[in-house]
């Protein structure tokens, strides 16, 4: 069946530093991926999401590289800020990975 | 405003009655689910919908029930078979049943529940 994996947290990092959360996926076919970011007590909001293979996703300055080849869609942002201080999700429609707390120090 | 709404956003009960989660939205979307999230866990589907008076159980839905009567509305009732129901619930959206999958879900704010 299908499962998402991702890098266990917490990641520690301090503002403007170079973020990457590692995610892949088993699937049959290439199914539509997604990343989701969750703040404390709250739902989870769609960060970005990437359709087909090599489609890139972006917004915020966090981007995504759909890689059918190593079955990956990691998340990346060249300078994180401490408002980027929260958990991110990454989902493939019903499967989630088990999260990635970010936090981000002045 | 659009969104979705989960009701009440903190629940107790005691161990052994049934209790019912809310869940509505006013997004016109077809589809809805419910998921649950343990501490320092991903989420785990529960059960969805992808039309109204129809719904398919997702990986953990034994001791839960749901009903799609209309397309607004989709209720999950945690039952007294439900062996550890202390949990955070989310319910979800998202806009169509035959996209494939490429539609991203609208999440409510939650349901905090917990049996005493």
């Known amino acids: 069946g299908n499962s998402v994996t991702q890098m266990e947290g917490p990641v520690t990092l301090s503002e403007e530093a170079f973020l990457t959360i590692n995610c892949t996926y088993t699937?049959?076919?290439?199914?539509?991926l997604f990343w989701y970011v969750q703040y404390p007590g709250e739902g989870l909001q769609l960060l970005l999401k990437?359709?087909?293979?090599?489609d890139k996703g972006s917004n915020k300055g966090f981007e995504a590289t759909y890689r059918k080849e190593t079955t990956s869609f990691h998340l990346e942002k060249g300078s994180v800020q401490v408002s980027d201080s929260a958990v991110y999700f990454c989902?493939?429609?019903?499967?989630f990975g088990s999260g990635t707390k970010l936090n981000v120090k002045p | 405003d659009g969104g979705i709404t989960q009701s009440p956003k903190y629940l107790f009960r005691k161990e052994g009655q049934n209790v019912t989660l809310s869940c509505e939205q006013n997004?016109?979307?077809?589809?809805m689910y419910w998921y649950r999230q343990d501490p320092g866990q991903g989420l785990r589907l529960i059960y969805y919908?992808?039309?109204?008076?129809?719904?398919q159980k997702g990986d953990i839905a034994e001791g839960y029930s749901v009903s799609r009567e209309k397309k607004e509305s989709f209720p999950l009732t945690v039952t007294s078979a439900q062996k550890n129901p202390t949990a955070f619930y989310l319910c979800?959206?998202?806009?169509?049943?035959?996209?494939?999958?490429?539609?991203?879900?609208?999440f409510g704010p939650g349901t905090r529940l917990t049996v005493l």
């Open positions: 989902a493939d429609k019903f499967y």
């Open positions: 699937a049959t076919g290439y199914p539509s």
């Open positions: 997004l016109n979307h077809d589809a």
């Open positions: 990437a359709t087909k293979a090599d």
């Open positions: 919908s992808q039309i109204v008076n129809d719904f």
């Open positions: 979800a959206s998202s806009l169509r049943r035959t996209s494939g999958g490429s539609d991203e879900q609208f």
